[in-house]
Every structure is written in structure tokens, then in C-alpha cells.
């Protein structure tokens, strides 16, 4: 389970025999028998729950209720029949109550009770600024059937997974598999882009920071690792994160823990991290451009997603897919033309999905009425298409990086240098797109 859980309870006894049983059933237990010790634990370590007597020998816990339940979910223990302070302490902010002398299958069912309450309100808050897109992974070709087999093996580990694929090959849809197929299913799958969240801010939304940590820290904010808990962090394009970043990343991987922004306590990282890169992580390690040891923590299990020009069996399904889950379909039932599926077919495609998903959202507007998708209403790149050699526009057949260039450079030259609209045509984020025409040497 690895909660950690504070019994704060002046009894040695009675404290000793809930210590045990909570440790019988997973969690990690602290144990404090005055209210002086409070504040001193709280400097140092943080609980998913807080167990803890009314009335203890230096403080009535009730007066401070509402400072602790601030802090983490609490349960008041309280002497048989003492009605006035279990509503006193429902009031001041506590979750549940115990009357003691405690019944040992009354406290593990409550503890249980208010913890899964707790994450079910963090899931809530995340997932109230969260859309989380449908997710599919369509087809039957050979090489989509290896990469399921691949996703079935590692699911019902907790084991680290690093997806390796092109830019659209879907990635996500990979991690997003691993997480419904898991122990974990039941939990939140948590995804970050890496590539769009400002490098100034990415170790305070990924860790969270403690108020006051940095200038406009007005109150603590828990991160991305802690709204996954018990869940899956996805971590998108981990391949542009900075070295410092790197660091920490490989401490949550090695030690289970985490720190948040501005803070000394070592928190529970009670979460599965998936990555994925379209990037050779490998090399760049190699190079110094990405730690080795990270590398070598993220690559315990690697799953390749093939791209689409080697699964072109499944484009007619993915075609068709796209079409029936557009708003049009609701009116109009549409198909694509054989003359269209052939074109779509012989395209080799380097934004991979996620371009032919953006082709077939612009064709199915442009068929209009018509019952058919025709190839005039595909707007593809034609000089890119595996016939590109014959036209005379390479010499020879091109190499996915020479492909990748000229579609870049016709995109730049259709939409007349306006980064946005490229990036928004090839569905990656602008800073993406700014390290792709770098690299290119193109302006």
C-alpha cells in the first residue's frame, strides 16, 4: 500500500496494538505521544493520515483540528461515549471518528474508508481541469499485434516502461494500454507533455513546491507525481527535460521518494512512471545530452510503436475509425472512395496517426454532403508520397529524415512561415516544431 499513516495516541498500549495492525496490512506507521512532537514530525515528513486522540496530556487535539486536518486527513480517537467530541471534532474538520477501546475491524475498514475518500477528492480536483481523450489502438497488422503482446507481458508489473516512436505513432495510446491493463486500472493515469510545460515551471508542476519557495509561491501545491497517486504518471517527450530535472527524476525512480519544490520532507512516490520519446535516448546518453543512469533506469522494459508506413495494413480501419467517430457521422454516414483508400495507402505518412487523423478531420469537412470521401478531398503533401522519387523530386528513395525535411519545408511554404499553424497541421507542440527546423537548418 505504502500510505504512511501518523497515530498520534499517549496510551503505549493501546498505540502498540494499532501500530501492529496497521503494519499487518501495508502501511508505514509513525507513532507520537504528545502534541509537542507534532509540529517537529510535520517539519520532516508528511502522511497520507493522521490518527489521533482527542484529548492528549499536553493539548486538547479538538482546539487544533483545524490546522491538522490542513494537513492531512484525520481521524479522532475518542473515549467510549463522548458524543460532544466526536461532533466538536466532525465540526473542526476531522473525517471520521473511533470510539475507543478501538475494534481492530472498525479501524481497518475505516482507515481504508477515508484514505480511498482522500484520493477519490485529489482525482476529482485534477480531473475537473483534465480532458481526457478517447483511446483506441485500431487495427490487426503483425506489428500492432507484437506491440499488444508486448503491452500484456509488462501491464501487470509495476516494472518502469520507456515507448520508444516517431512523433503521432501513438505513444500515449501505449501507456494508456499498460495502465488499463494493470493492477492499477482503478487509479488515475496522469499524462504530461514534456515539451509544453515552461522549463522554469516543469520541476514545480511535476514535484509540487511548499509556499514561499520561489517568488508568487503564495500556498503549497502538490504536483503531478502526487495527483497520480496510486495511478500512472505518463511522462511524454522525456527526452527534453533538463539535467537538473533528470536528477530528480532518477531519485524517484531508485528510491520510491520525492521532495517538493522549497521543502525537506521525503514524500511517498506511490505511482507507476511510463515515458515515452521519439528521440534515440540512447545515443544522447552516449553524447552526454541525457544522463546514462536514467536512461538505463527508464529502458528496464522498451516498447517500440511502430510507425505507420509500417502498418499500412491498418489504415483502411484507422480510416474508417475516424470517420465514424467525427460529429459529421452523426448525420451523414461516410466512406473513403477506393481511389481515396489507395492514395492514403501509398503515403508514407511522417506525422504517422496523428497526420492522417488531421487529413481525414479536413476531408471529411471538404466531402460536404457526399456519402464519399473522394481523393479531391484529400490535402496531401503529393510530393511526399512514396511515388516522390519518380517526379524527380529526390534522385533516389528518400530517408524518413530527407521526407521529413522536405515536409517541413512544404508546410512552412504552404502556411508562409506561421509556426503555429505548422505545429498545429503536424499536431506537435511549437517548441517541438522550433527543435525540428534547428535541426533541419532550416529558417
Not at 466531402?367 to 478531398?377: A, R, V
Amino acid at each position: 500500500m505504502n500510505e504512511r499513516v501518523l497515530l498520534i495516541e499517549d496510551d503505549v498500549a493501546l498505540s502498540r496494538l494499532m501500530r501492529d495492525q496497521l503494519h499487518r496490512q501495508g502501511y508505514q506507521v509513525d507513532a507520537i505521544g504528545r502534541w509537542q512532537e507534532v509540529a517537529d514530525y510535520f517539519e520532516h515528513k508528511e502522511p497520507h493520515l493522521v490518527l489521533a486522540d482527542a484529548r492528549l496530556p499536553d493539548a486538547n487535539t479538538l482546539e487544533h483540528l483545524p490546522w491538522l486536518s490542513r494537513q492531512a486527513p484525520v481521524i479522532v480517537l475518542t473515549a467510549y461515549g463522548s458524543v460532544r467530541d466526536a461532533v466538536e471534532a466532525m465540526h473542526a474538520g476531522a473525517e471520521e471518528y473511533l470510539v475507543k477501546p478501538v475494534n481492530p475491524d472498525e479501524l481497518s475498514v475505516t482507515v481504508r474508508r477515508v484514505l480511498e475518500y482522500a484520493r477519490l477528492r485529489n482525482e476529482h480536483q485534477y480531473c475537473r481541469t483534465q480532458a481526457t481523450p478517447p483511446h483506441y489502438m485500431v487495427g490487426d497488422s503483425p506489428a500492432l499485434r507484437k506491440m499488444q503482446q508486448m503491452i500484456e507481458a509488462v501491464a501487470p508489473t509495476d516494472t518502469t516502461v520507456l515507448i520508444q516512436g516517431e512523433s503521432g505513432s501513438g505513444k500515449e495510446l501505449v501507456a494508456r494500454a499498460i495502465h488499463d491493463m494493470s493492477e492499477r486500472r482503478e487509479r488515475i493515469f496522469v499524462p504530461v507533455d514534456c515539451c509544453t510545460i515552461q522549463e522554469k515551471l516543469f520541476e514545480s508542476e511535476l514535484f509540487g513546491h511548499e509556499r514561499g519557495a520561489f517568488t508568487g509561491a503564495d500556498r503549497r501545491k502538490k504536483g503531478l507525481i502526487e495527483a497520480a497517486e496510486g495511478g500512472t504518471l505518463f511522462l511524454d517527450e522525456i527526452g527534453e527535460i533538463e539535467p537538473a530535472i533528470q536528477a530528480k527524476l532518477l531519485r524517484v525512480l531508485e528510491t520510491g521518494q520525492f521532495r517538493r519544490l522549497g521543502s525537506v520532507k521525503d514524500l511517498i512516490a506511490n505511482t507507476r512512471i511510463v515515458a515515452a520519446t521519439n528521440r534515440d535516448l540512447e545515443a544522447m546518453s552516449q553524447d552526454g545530452d541525457f544522463r546514462a543512469d536514467l536512461y538505463y533506469r527508464l529502458s528496464v522494459f522498451v516498447i517500440e510503436a511502430p510507425p505507420l508506413r509500417e502498418r499500412r495494413e491498418d489504415i483502411p480501419a484507422l480510416v474508417q475509425h475516424f470517420i465514424a467517430n467525427h460529429d459529421f457521422s452523426r448525420r451523414i454516414q461516410k466512406t473513403a472512395s477506393p481511389q481515396a483508400l489507395e492514395i492514403l495507402m501509398d503515403y508514407d505518412w511522417p506525422g504517422n496517426i496523428r497526420e492522417l487523423r488531421n487529413v481525414m478531420e479536413r476531408a471529411i469537412i471538404l466531402s460536404g454532403n457526399s456519402p464519399e470521401i473522394l481523393p479531391q478531398h484529400l490535402t496531401l503533401p503529393n510530393r511526399l508520397t512514396s511515388r516522390a522519387s519518380d517526379s524527380g523530386l529526390f534522385e533516389s528513395e528518400p530517408s524518413l529524415e530527407a521526407i521529413e525535411r522536405r515536409y517541413l519545408e512544404f508546410l512552412l511554404e504552404r502556411y508562409k512561415g506561421k509556426r503555429a499553424k505548422v505545429a498545429e497541421v503536424m499536431g506537435i507542440s511549437e517548441r517541438n516544431l522550433y527543435r525540428l527546423i534547428k535541426r533541419h537548418g532550416l529558417k
